[in-house]
C-alpha cells in the first residue's frame, strides 16, 4: 500500500469520525507529487497546475454596449449628486443589477446636527437606500429613500456624533440581469440652520 492510499485511508476515517461531533461531513484534496520531465517523457506537471482556480468575487461583465450605457448613467447620476456646498461625508455610487450590484460606506459624523441625504438612480425603475445609525438603547430607525430614478431625492435628517452607514437595499438575493444602471447616495453637512 502506497504513502498516497494510506493518507486516503486516514483522511477518510476521521471524516466518518467528525459526524459523531457534530459536523455533517468534510472533504480532504491532497495534491498530486511533482513529476519532473525528461526528454522522452511528457511534459512534467506542477502542483499548481493541477490545483482548481482560486473563485474570488464575481466579474463585471463584459457586454460593451451594456458598459457604454453603464458609462453614460454614471456621468447623468454624478450630475444628479452634483457637488453640495457643505462637506461631504459619504458619496458613493455602485450598479443597480449584476454579478456585483450593490454599495455602501460607512463614515463618522465628527459632530451633530442636520445633515442631507441625498440619492438618485439612472438606468432603471427604482431603488432603494437606506441610512441610519444605531446608538446604544435607542431603537434603530433608518432612513429608507424610495427612488424612481426620475431625479434626485433628498431629505434632512438629524444625526449625532459617531458613525452612519448608507447602502443600497438589494430588492432580492442572487444575480441579476446586468443592465448599467446606476444608483448613488450623498450626505453632506452639518447644515447651518437659517438666522432667525
Known amino acids: 500500500m502506497g504513502a498516497k492510499d494510506k493518507r486516503?485511508?486516514?483522511?477518510?476515517?476521521?471524516?466518518?469520525?467528525?459526524?459523531?461531533n457534530g459536523t455533517t461531513g468534510c472533504v480532504y484534496e491532497y495534491p498530486e507529487p511533482v513529476q519532473t520531465a525528461t526528454a522522452d517523457?511528457?511534459?512534467?506537471h506542477t502542483a499548481t497546475a493541477d490545483l482548481a482556480p482560486a473563485t474570488g468575487p464575481p466579474k463585471p461583465y463584459s457586454d460593451p454596449q451594456v458598459l457604454e450605457r453603464e458609462v453614460k448613467n454614471y456621468a447623468e447620476l454624478d450630475r444628479l449628486l452634483k457637488a453640495a456646498p457643505e462637506p461631504v461625508l459619504i458619496s458613493d455610487v455602485g450598479p443597480l443589477d449584476g454579478p456585483v450590484?450593490?454599495?455602501?460606506k460607512t463614515e463618522r459624523v465628527p459632530a451633530g446636527g442636520q445633515y442631507i441625504v441625498t440619492a438618485a438612480c439612472v438606468g432603471a425603475s427604482g431603488a432603494k437606500v437606506s441610512v441610519g445609525q444605531e446608538h446604544p438603547g435607542a431603537p434603530f430607525r433608518p432612513l429608507e429613500i424610495a427612488l424612481d430614478c426620475a431625479?434626485?431625492?433628498s431629505h434632512?435628517?438629524?444625526?449625532?456624533?459617531?458613525y452612519i452607514f448608507a447602502h443600497l437595499l438589494l430588492p432580492s438575493p442572487g444575480d441579476t440581469p446586468w443592465t448599467g444602471?446606476?444608483?448613488?447616495?450623498?450626505?453632506s453637512g452639518p447644515v447651518e440652520a437659517p438666522h432667525a
Open 8 to 20: 486516503h485511508r486516514i483522511g477518510f476515517a476521521l471524516c466518518l469520525l467528525i459526524p459523531l
Open 41 to 44: 517523457s511528457e511534459p512534467a
Open 151 to 153: 431625479g434626485a431625492t
Open 156 to 162: 434632512v435628517i438629524a444625526l449625532q456624533q459617531g
Open 181 to 187: 444602471a446606476v444608483g448613488g447616495v450623498r450626505v
Open 101 to 104: 450590484r450593490g454599495f455602501g
